[in-house]
C-alpha cells in the first residue's frame, strides 16, 4: 500500500486559517468550521469528510442552507444538491515586485460602508460588514470617494490572501489595482509570510495580470456550492461531484 499523499496548508486553505491565525474566528461543530456569517461565507471541512462531518455541516449552516465549498472536490452524499461550480485557480508569489504605495491608505471599520458600495458596483467576490477584520485592507481615495481596494483574506500559516481586489469602472486603466496588490504583497512579506490568492479559472484578464506581477499557478481548484438536505436522510451514500 503506497504511503498517503502530503498535504499542503494551501491545498484546504479555510481549514488552515480557522485552524490557525484565524482560529479566533471559528465557529466549530464536530470537525467543521466556519467564519461567523457576517465576516466571510467561507466553511471548513475535513480533508476527508465523514458522514458526521457532513451531518454537522448541515446542522452549522441550518436545514436546506445553500453553503459554499470552496476547493472541495471530494463526494456530497446522495441528499445534498450541488448548486453551483466555477472552476478556479491558486496563485502564489514567485518574484512579485512588492511595494508600499504613497497614496494607498488603510481601510477600517468606519470605511466599511463605503467598501461595501464599492463592492457592489465591482462585485470582486464576498464581502461583508466584518470582513475587513480579516486583515489588512488598503485603499486609493481620489476626492475624498473609495475608488479602489484590496486587502487580506484567508490566513493559513506562513501565508496570507490577497482578496477583495477592486477598481471603480470609471478610474480602470489607471493601475490602481496593481498598485494596490503589491503594497498589500508587501505588509504581507514583512510579516515574514507568502502572499497568494484565488480567481475564476474564466477570468483570463486577471490571469494575465497576475501572472506579469509574478504569481504563478500553484493548482487547480473549483468553487462549489451545495444545498443541505431539508432533514436527515437515512441513505447516505457519497456520489461524486464531476
Known sequence: MSAPRSRHVLDNPALASLTG????????????????VDVSPWLALPDEPEERDWADLAALAGPHAEIPLPGFRGEVPRDWEVTARVEGVQFVDDGLAAAPDAEAVRLGPADVPEMLGLVARTQPGPFLSRTVELG???????GGALVAMAGERLHPPGWTEISAVCTDPAFRGEGLATRLILAVAHGIRERGETPFLHTSARNTTAIRLYESLGFRLRRRTAFLAARAPRRPADDRAAVPVP
Open 21 to 36: 491565525p484565524h482560529a479566533h474566528f471559528a465557529e466549530r461543530r464536530g470537525r467543521v468550521l466556519r467564519y461567523p
Open 136 to 142: 489588512t485592507y488598503l485603499g486609493i481615495r481620489r
